[in-house]
Nanobody, 123 residues
Framework: VQLQASGGGLVQAGGSLRLSCAAS????????VGWFRQAPGKEREFVAR????????YYADSVKGRFTISRDNAKNTWYLQMNSLKPEDTAVYYC?????????????????WGQGTQVTVSS
């Protein structure tokens, strides 16, 4: 499975961005897709997750009510709509594919990763 993340950029606080994660290859094996982020000097942290069916979504407390994860299975693409952005949301954002249903929020459980896309929120 290959993943390609895009959509990052520079935005002012309170603004919005939509990240995309396009998948190719053995996408039928994917159980869920997650978004993570990593700020300079910090560990990679969980942001959101959605199952292939779309029935289940999970969010980090820090983004609940502001971010929405969604998917378009026909396009093999997942999205992260980010609204009301804050300077503390500044990070490199990664999408990742999990082939297993087990969920803990740890990046270790994900099997494939895309390259990151930079999101910078200015105050």
């Amino acid at each position: 499975v290959q993943l390609q993340a895009s959509g990052g950029g520079l935005v002012q606080a309170g603004g919005s961005l939509r990240l995309s994660c396009a998948a190719s290859g053995r996408t039928f094996s994917v159980y869920a897709v997650g978004w993570f982020r990593q700020a300079p000097g910090k560990e990679r942290e969980f942001v959101a997750r959605i199952t292939w069916s779309g029935r289940s979504t999970y969010y980090a407390d820090s983004v609940k009510g502001r971010f929405t994860i969604s998917r378009d299975n026909a396009k093999n693409t997942w999205y992260l709509q980010m609204n009301s952005l804050k300077p503390e949301d500044t990070a490199v954002y990664y999408c990742a594919a999990d082939l297993d249903r087990y969920y803990s929020g740890s990046p270790d459980e994900y099997d494939y990763w895309g390259q990151g896309t930079q999101v910078t929120v200015s105050s």
